[in-house]
């Protein structure tokens, strides 16, 4: 066939293929009008999907009660799952909503009590059967069943606490289903969004469902242990503090709305209303949970379907009624219907990239889901506009030459091929520096250097590039990298290295067939690269850097020789930065004890294996105790406290760990006081990483209150270092425990700088001299101990003096008017059942 002859067939198989199309629109027009159009409601395919009817051979009554109020978005779609079932059925329902989110006072409940019971004791007959959604009607069943519905099957549903669930499911005539909040996948999808992110932030108020949903939140600070969590309690705050808070949100937090719906006043709001109010006033993505549909404005969160959850629990009560189940032998079981949502337009508007979410997550208003919903319409639309293109190519062709069109067809393959090279480049290059790029050197290092038994690994890292940035602007920054970048190929043409960026601030630096010494001039060379000031603006900009260097030794692999240089290059870091530091076992020793710590902390915090022991405080005139000092320790573990505190303050755990030594020492107390024990003031140690956790003040006093435990009991003692950060942060949360009535002591007075200074406006009560003030001066030179608690008397404060092990350091102590001792002399550390 010739060219012609081939055009010619082209030209005609096109002719015939738009007019086919147009046939096609044509038939499938006509049918689509016939079908939607001129078919009677009872062959309609909405009416196909319907549930079997359910025909119970007696007729039954059943009681609905639901925690929402009729308005709530969550009944109706409750309603609709009942009613799907009972409407074909020989079944009456009876509704009582309970309007759970005004229930703020006892009075509410016996109300609510009170007209339940009216409306049973008035019905000719009693009910067959009760269906309750939600945790709060679930929690007025149980307290109320023997008397209000003694004997009757109770099926729940939409349960948000497995525990309560489990609780009532307990009950041999109470079943029915949990759904978990699902928060923790919320989470992960905003991380993954947000990867810049540094906080994570709930707003949350004091209703039923707000304190569940707060203490679901705070209970996923151990799975994202790198976001600080924080919180806004609507309920605390009148809505003007709101506000203001809202306003202060900054850019890199996750703001995750749970619940709040009543003020530090008592008003209440309606949710569209607070949606509105937080839209309107924040300017990040702002998340939800456990919704009935993604409200609009959110970038999306768990959607429930609580029509599904509502209709598996009518069945699930049909089958008890007609004997099929019996209700004594099933337990409860998950019921969680819905997905993640996440809205497109919202995505965009933040400039967030869809490519971070799971392929489970329902992308809202975006093309998929526009052309899914309207997939029928589009094709249909399609068929005459594929007629038309094929018509007017058919047309084209007749006047363009075969000859152009394969011109045209080698440019544009031209074009691809350099486009391919260009992102080939892209991937395997630093955009900034043109190094290779961290993930191209760690794919290519082994081929790099299988040919290389010995070779040397450099990882270097610039100090304080981060406050360069900060002062100077990055654009300062980025004009130091690429000076570096500069000075390292000229390094790499000289010794035959190969320069990669490995990270923001690090570089590695890989020299194949040679093993640098330490006092290698190369390795003197490369440093002084990075410590080589350059000009910008006519200013100066000089800089260090902290290496780490490794050498092969014949066994790990290139892989771990990197690893191994960012171990020592870590250990220069912490030796004050600006050094090259050599790879030793005793590095990796060190490291890895810090890991196996790590992993005892993180397997004591999950199996709860923390608790706490209580060493006395005795009042020096008497010799009575007046106090005591709490102290961690992990059960059955050979793990001191001054081996897993410091590693919990490095890696984040601190905040958890200060958290259970609060619940554990105010339970303890509650407990001694039920024992009929006479309770003394506790004091708890207060690490300075726990200053930025804006959640412990009200944890301790809610703690407090829960246990109902006077304030004057718990003491907390802090040392120096918190008090030479003078920040807002600082002062804020000194006058909130100061106002809570919570006494401040001050630790380890002599282990540090030790001034006065700060002694007169700090709200210190006491002040507490280490042991090391009484092993280095009371012996020879008490003058100094008598003339510290003097001054420290004369400030107004009170002297606790540790480590008092013998008795000639006592009776010198009581000589120089000490008010209160502690150590080995008057009793160690004791369990919770030694105290008396």
């Not at 309609?44 to 639901?66: A, C, D, T, V």
């Not at 978005?73 to 009972?86: R, T």
């Amino acid at each position: 066939m010739s060219k012609r002859e081939g055009n010619r067939f082209i030209r005609r198989s096109l002719l015939a293929a738009g007019i086919l199309f147009l046939l096609l629109f044509i038939v499938l027009s006509v049918a689509s009008w016939n079908r939607y159009f001129c078919i009677k409601p009872g062959q309609w395919r909405e009416w196909k999907g319907m549930e079997e009817p359910y025909e119970l051979q007696e007729k039954k009554s059943l009681l609905f009660l639901s925690s929402y109020d009729p308005s709530d978005l969550i009944f109706p779609q409750q309603m609709e799952g009942i009613e799907e079932i009972l409407n074909q059925s020989n079944v009456h329902l009876d509704i009582v909503n309970m309007d759970f989110r005004h229930f703020n006072h006892e009075e509410d409940v016996e109300a609510f009590y009170a007209f339940v019971k009216s409306r049973i004791e008035n019905r000719e007959s009693s009910y067959d059967g009760i269906l309750v959604g939600d945790d709060r009607a679930l929690n007025f069943i149980m307290e109320y069943k023997k008397e209000l519905f003694p004997n009757l099957p109770v099926v729940f549903f939409s349960i948000g606490s497995k525990t309560l669930a489990e609780k009532a499911g307990e009950d041999s005539g109470m079943t029915g289903y949990y759904c978990p909040s699902f928060l923790e996948e919320t989470l992960e999808t905003a991380t993954a969004l947000q990867p810049k992110a540094e906080t994570i932030m709930a707003i949350y108020d004091n209703s039923y469902s707000g304190i569940a949903a707060r203490e679901d939140f705070f209970s996923l600070q151990r799975q994202f242990s790198s976001y600080r969590f924080a919180g806004i309690n609507f309920s605390q705050l009148k809505r003007e503090e709101f506000v203001q808070a809202l306003k202060a949100i900054q850019d890199k937090t996750i703001l995750v709305f749970l619940s709040a719906y009543q003020d530090g006043d008592g008003n209440n709001y309606p949710e569209s209303q607070m949606v509105k109010l937080i839209l309107n006033t924040v300017d990040t993505p702002v998340y939800g949970n456990s919704m009935v549909r993604n409200i609009p404005g959110f970038i999306g969160g768990r959607v429930q379907d609580y029509r599904q959850m509502a209709k598996d629990a009518t069945l699930l009560m049909l089958d008890i009624l007609s004997s099929k189940v019996k209700i004594e032998e099933r337990s409860c079981k998950m019921d969680s219907p819905g997905q993640m949502v996440i809205n497109n337009r919202v995505l965009l508007a933040y400039g967030l990239s869809k490519s971070h979410l799971s392929k489970d997550v329902f992308l809202e208003d975006s093309i998929g889901h526009f052309l899914a919903k309207y997939a029928g319409y589009f094709l249909l639309s399609l068929l005459p506009i594929l007629a038309i293109l094929l018509f007017l190519v058919y047309s084209l062709l007749g006047k363009l030459h075969s000859t152009k069109l394969l011109e045209e067809l080698e440019k544009k393959n031209e074009n691809l091929i350099m486009v391919r090279d260009e992102l080939e480049h892209k991937l395997s290059y630093d955009h900034l520096t043109e190094l290779l790029n961290r993930q191209t050197i760690l794919a290519s290092i082994e081929e790099l250097l299988k040919n290389s038994e010995e070779f040397t690994c450099v990882l270097m890292d610039i100090d304080n590039l981060k406050e360069l940035n900060e002062s100077r602007g990055y654009e300062t920054g980025d004009m130091y990298l690429s000076a570096v970048a500069n000075r390292l190929r000229k390094m790499e043409k000289a010794h035959g290295a190969v320069a990669s960026r490995y990270g923001g601030d690090e570089f590695l630096i890989v020299f194949p067939g040679v093993i640098l010494p330490e006092d290698s001039q190369v390795l003197q060379e490369l440093h002084s690269i990075f410590r080589r000031s350059i000009t910008v603006g006519g200013e100066t900009v000089n800089m260090n850097s902290s290496g780490g260097v490794a050498t092969s030794n014949g066994k790990d692999s290139p892989k771990q020789i990197v690893v191994s240089a960012g171990i020592a290059m870590s250990s220069a870091k912490k030796k004050g930065k600006n050094r090259l530091v050599y790879y030793t076992d005793e590095l990796r020793y060190k490291k890895e004890k810090i890991n196996l710590i790590l992993k005892k902390v993180e397997k004591a915090i999950e199996e709860n294996a923390f608790y706490m022991v209580y060493q006395p405080q005795i009042d020096c005139k008497t010799k009575k105790i007046v106090g005591f000092e709490s102290l961690m320790r992990i059960h059955n573990d050979a793990c001191y406290p001054d081996q897993f505190i410091p590693v919990a303050e490095q890696y984040g755990f601190i905040t958890k760990l200060g958290k259970i030594a609060v619940e554990q020492v105010i339970r303890q107390l509650a407990r001694w006081r039920e024992e009929g024990k006479g309770l003394r003031p506790i004091s708890i140690n207060f690490s300075s990483y726990q200053i930025y956790d804006d959640d412990f003040v009200e944890f301790l006093l809610y703690q407090l209150n829960r246990f109902a435990i006077p304030h004057e009991y718990v003491v907390l003692e802090i040392t120096e270092s918190i008090l030479f950060e003078e920040s807002k942060q600082t002062k804020s949360v000194f006058k909130k425990l100061v106002e809570a009535g919570i006494q401040l002591h001050l630790d380890d007075f002599g282990t540090g700088y030790s001034s006065f200074s700060y002694l007169p406006y700090i709200p210190l009560n006491t002040v507490k001299m280490d042991k090391s003030i009484i092993d280095n001066f009371l012996l020879n030179n008490g003058d100094v101990v008598r003339n510290l608690i003097s001054i420290i008397h004369d400030l107004g404060k009170v002297v606790i003096v540790e480590g008092v092990e013998e008795e000639w350091q006592y009776e010198k102590l009581l000589d120089y008017n000490c008010d209160m001792i502690q150590g080995y002399l008057f009793g160690g550390p004791l369990q919770a059942g030694e105290v008396h």
